[in-house]
């Protein structure tokens, strides 16, 4: 194909020379025909480019738009995620407000239960102390009792001791001897 369009280019190029004295064909050699500037190469590349998306068009179509597929799937999924993911967040983060209230309920209770344990404590001390109190009163009682019951018997004891010496310094031999003699006829006298 190439060739034939280049027989054609020679064809015009050797009519144009007779006919107005070197029109196209020197055209051709000055300025298409220039060393390394041919111009039938780059008629060859274009031709062979225009075969190669023709032969090529189709698979490399289906190729892009499936690679295209692929990415919007993959756009479509990582937006799901990052709806996931921000659904998460929002949970995390309404579990850690619920953390802080709940942390605070939780020191406020604590608090509270301190107080009543503090109170508790308070009148369990007050009611050990008031008990501690009557005991050492009846303690003390008790004690008073028992000193004043020794001392009623140290004080009769005394009585009797200082009633025995009076009457052992009042009482003589004579005296004695009436007092024997009124106790036997007290009794019913000797038989």
């Known amino acids: 194909m190439f060739a034939f369009f280049y027989n054609v280019i020679l064809l015009f190029a050797e009519a144009g020379t007779h006919a107005s004295g070197g029109g196209f064909t020197e055209f051709y050699e000055k300025y298409l025909n220039y060393p390394g500037f041919e111009a039938w190469k780059f008629v060859n590349l274009a031709i062979f480019v225009a075969i190669l998306v023709y032969v090529l068009k189709k698979p490399l179509t289906d190729g892009f738009k499936a690679k295209r597929e692929a990415i919007r799937s993959e756009l479509i999924k990582a937006e799901q995620e990052k709806q996931a993911a921000l659904a998460q967040l929002t949970a995390a983060e309404a579990k850690l407000a619920a953390i802080e209230s709940e942390k605070a309920s939780i020191l406020k209770r604590a608090q509270e239960e301190a107080e009543a344990e503090k109170t508790n404590i308070s009148n369990q001390t007050e009611a050990e102390v008031a008990k501690m109190r009557e005991q050492a009163e009846s303690e003390i009682n008790r004690l008073v009792q028992q000193t004043r019951v020794e001392l009623r018997r140290f004080s009769a004891e005394e009585s ?7 009457l052992r310094s009042r009482i003589n031999a004579d005296n004695d001897a ?3 003699k009124s106790g036997i006829e007290a009794i019913g006298g000797l038989n």
């Open 160 to 166: 009797v001791r200082l009633a025995e010496d009076k």
């Open 178 to 180: 009436v007092l024997v």
